[in-house]
């Protein structure tokens, strides 16, 4: 079901299935938490997917619910996956699978997707990576942008593959002994997936500390510059400032050697 703004069509629809009321409340919460939830006679589903172009994450909200022979989806807008999905499901006869069929596919499209995300990601990071061991300096908005697609795709693939690891353990009827080995590549990508960012994860930190590290030695290059700078003018300063002062009486301004004789009596004090 693509769109969400006929609450009451929904409603009357989910009906006919014995649907608890605050899953059909978090159907309509596109700003739910990602989780998967079993009830007495299905899974309940709600999580964000995402889709990069022009290095922009493209956010799409997808809720969904399993029940023995049926299967449902619902969308604010059409899904980015909908063409992958549709295309390994039109050999596939209905009479002879189970529902859980149509949900393994729909979550390994998500999961490719999600995959193909990551790589387009470790490729800017690799940008960032040569630039600071390189030339000692990034672009601190490349920077940001692939450590906040990092971490949105952290928050659904790892609670993702934590619930649905959990759920696929307990024993509710819903999914098919023989679509294990199904579920185990499934839950390979995931893992796959997860130790990847985790990964890229924490090389960005490190990153992140080694660009800091750079800023630091440039600032302490200049400061030390300065410093020099300020040494060498620090006693022509003193002098002419001295000298500069209106006295009525110094008889050193009179004196052959008085020029000497001041800043020497000052470094010896």
Do not use: W
């Not at 490729?123 to 960032?128: K, M, S």
């Amino acid at each position: 079901m693509i769109g969400l703004s006929n609450v009451d069509a929904v409603r009357q629809f989910l009906s006919q299935f014995e649907v608890d009321d605050l899953v059909i409340e978090d159907i309509f919460n596109v700003q739910q938490r990602n989780k998967l939830e079993t009830h007495e006679s299905y899974l309940f589903g709600a999580f964000k997917t995402y889709e990069l172009v022009d290095y922009t994450m493209n956010e799409s909200y997808i809720s969904l619910i399993l029940f023995k022979d049926v299967f449902m989806s619902f969308h604010e807008s059409e899904p980015i996956f909908l063409k992958g999905l549709t295309s390994r499901l039109e050999n596939i006869s209905f009479k002879e699978e189970t529902a859980d069929l149509v949900f393994y596919h729909l979550m390994d499209v998500i999961t490719d997707k999600h995959l193909l995300i990551h790589d387009s990601i470790e490729q800017q990071f690799n940008l960032v990576e040569e630039e600071i061991l390189e030339y000692k300096k990034a672009d601190q908005e490349m920077i940001y942008q692939v450590r906040k697609h990092l971490l949105k795709l952290s928050a659904v693939v790892t609670p993702l593959y934590d619930q649905l690891t959990k759920t696929l353990k307990e024993p509710n009827g819903l999914f098919n002994t023989r679509y294990e080995t199904l579920y185990f590549d499934l839950f390979d990508h995931l893992k796959r997936l997860d130790d990847k960012i985790n990964q890229s994860k924490e090389l960005m930190r490190h990153l992140l500390d080694l660009q800091m590290n750079n800023q630091s030695n440039r600032m302490n290059k200049i400061m030390g510059a300065l410093t020099v700078f300020s040494a060498m003018f620090i006693p022509a300063t003193f002098i002419t400032g001295f000298f500069g002062m209106n006295f009525v009486n110094f008889d050193f301004q009179k004196h052959d050697y008085g020029v000497f004789i001041v800043p020497g009596a000052c470094f010896a004090n």
